[in-house]
């Protein structure tokens, strides 16, 4: 590089940092969960981040429930041990308490999509094995009525920024929801996975994408698992070699 274009160079430097100065002083970036003022974006303040229970090993080998104790690597829970899930693994970033459901309902409703590179980088965390794996990202999809109402599908800017943090291809149009399903807020397991069944379809030329491909289904949260179920079982009727599941959040059973 020539001593121009160290010039040049240092000048484009300087020049972004002092509007990023700028910008932080007209609109300084705000805590994610709760909006006081933050030093930089895409973070927490210190009381939020206090709150937000991450989630770390000991966990099941299967669905990445956290264990109380110390176990094996490839302990299973005793849900996984019973029924064994139609995805290969699950991982998630942190439990939903109340702390991460203020986080994430700001992120799906309230337009607080500036925290899908934090996000990212959390997932990256969280599902290292699984990234270091997979071969495509796919989001779980949201019917085209929902997502015309929220203008955003969360799980698709989730699986954007991963892709973009982590280097795999992501495809957003593989898998559809053909059918506009009740929220599952309320549902009991059972009643979920009724609700979920035959929700999903893939595109027509998806087979040939999928075919001995490892998947990595991002989600913003695991409840019951009815849905990463439903979508497991079709990408692998479909030939997908394997299905890892990836979320911000799981609700832990009481």
């Given amino acids: 590089m020539s001593r121009l274009d160290t010039l040049h160079d240092g000048l484009r430097r300087s020049t972004a940092a002092l509007a990023g100065l700028a910008i932080n002083a007209l609109l300084p970036p705000r805590c994610l969960a709760c909006g006081c003022v933050v030093e930089r974006p895409g973070a927490l303040c210190s009381d939020c981040w206090e709150g937000v229970d991450f989630i770390a090993p000991p966990l099941c080998a299967a669905c990445g429930y956290p264990f109380a104790f110390e176990m094996e690597a490839e302990a299973l829970c005793p849900d996984c041990i019973r029924e064994q899930p139609a995805y290969d693994r699950a991982r998630a970033v942190m439990t939903y308490n109340d702390a991460s459901k203020r986080l994430l309902l700001g992120f799906k409703h309230g337009d607080r999509t500036d925290g899908a590179p934090a996000y990212a980088t959390w997932l990256a965390r969280a599902g290292a094995p699984l990234i270091a794996e997979a071969d495509l990202i796919l989001p779980v999809p949201l019917h085209w009525l929902r997502l015309f109402r929220r203008r955003y599908n969360q799980s698709a800017l989730l699986a954007q920024a991963l892709a973009r943090h982590s280097g795999l291809p992501v495809a957003t149009g593989l898998l559809r929801r053909r059918r506009n399903t009740p929220p599952q807020g309320h549902l009991p397991r059972s009643a979920r996975r009724q609700n979920v069944a035959g929700a999903f379809a893939v595109a027509p030329d998806a087979?040939?994408?999928?075919?001995?491909?490892?998947?990595?289904?991002?989600?913003?949260?695991?409840?019951?698992?009815?849905?990463?179920?439903?979508?497991?079982?079709?990408?692998?009727?479909q030939g997908a070699a394997a299905v890892d599941v990836l979320v911000l959040a799981r609700v832990l059973r009481s």
């Fill in 207 to 237: 087979r040939a994408q999928l075919e001995g491909r490892r998947l990595l289904l991002i989600d913003d949260v695991l409840t019951t698992g009815a849905t990463a179920e439903a979508c497991a079982k079709l990408l692998k009727r």
